[in-house]
Structure formats: C-alpha cells, structure tokens
C-alpha cells in the first residue's frame, strides 16, 4: 500500500488540482505514474485519493445535474405562473443529505478462490453484494441484484468503510 506521506505539499496540490479538473481515478493514476513515477493499483490510487481527502468530480455528470435542475426550475416557474399560485413552506419538500451513509461491509475470513480478499456489502438503500479485491489489485463489487448501481455517495462511503476495516485487521 502506498504511503500517501512519500508526497511533497505540491504533488498533493497537483493531484487535488487534477481532481478539480475532472480527472477520474484511472486518469489520476496514468499521471503518478507518468509525471511522477508512481506506480499505483486503482485500489492503491483510491486509497491515496481517500487519504489526501481529495473529491474526484464528475464534471459531466455535475453539467447533466446543473441542467436538469435549471430546467426543473424553469418548469416549475412556469407552472406556478399559469396556476397564479405561490409557494409556502409547506410546499417544500426536505429530502437527506445525498451523502453515502450507513454502509455495512464485512470481510470474509478466508478470500474466495482466485482474490486477495473477499466480503459482503450493504449500501443505504438495502442493496448489497459480494466485493473483491482482484489479484491485480482492482476493487469491484458484484450486486445481487442484476444491473444495480449504487450512487456515488455509497461507493465513496463503502472504499471509506472498507479502508477502516481492512485496517483494522
């Protein structure tokens, strides 16, 4: 595993920089690789990612959310211009916080055949499924539930939460 204290404050800078600028995961990891001689697994590079507290942004997904609400809202306006009506606070609805929460993941004591390490995992919503960590390193997750995907906010709450464990061991 790698030690995210081997950086200097300006290769984190440069990292966090190329997270803010939408840099993915596997973007993140070709450049230590190639500016900075990092070679890291993806499980690796999330890791460091996790430890620097860096936030990898979507931006395309973010330019989607920006657009859907702007015409959310204009729809909105439009219909409570025909309807001469004007909100209350009765009116507005108070959803939870988007943030992953309140995943549960457990490691098996010995690894299925073929992975360095095995588990279960229980998002938020209830949906769960086995998680492996590859012999190459690569995290992957397989539902239980055909063509399951959970939100962002789940798979980042999960890689904090499997981090805590396996350290824990």
Do not use: C, H
Not at 79 to 97: H, M, Q, R, Y
Not at 131 to 151: A, K, T
Not at 157 to 166: D, G, H, I, N, P
């Amino acid at each position: 595993m790698f030690d995210a204290k081997k950086l200097s404050e300006d290769q984190v800078l440069l990292i966090s920089q190329w997270a803010a600028n939408g840099a993915q995961l596997t973007d993140i990891q070709k450049r230590l690789e190639d500016e900075m001689e990092f070679r890291l697994s993806y499980m690796d590079t999330r890791f460091l990612i996790l430890d620097l507290g860096v936030e990898i942004r979507n931006l395309a997904q973010e330019q989607a959310e920006t657009e859907q609400s702007e015409q959310d809202e204009v729809a909105k306006s439009e219909s409570d211009a025909k309807n001469g009506e004007e909100l209350t606070e009765d009116d507005i609805e108070v959803l939870p916080p988007a943030a992953g929460g309140n995943v549960k993941v457990s490691v098996d004591d010995i690894a299925r055949p073929g992975l360095m390490a095995s588990g279960r995992v229980t998002f938020a919503g209830g949906q769960g499924g086995m998680w492996y960590v590859d012999e190459m390193g690569r995290l992957g997750i397989d539902p239980e539930v055909e063509g399951y995907q959970p939100s962002e906010a789940d798979i980042m709450a999960f890689q904090r939460e499997l981090q805590l464990v396996m350290d824990a061991r």
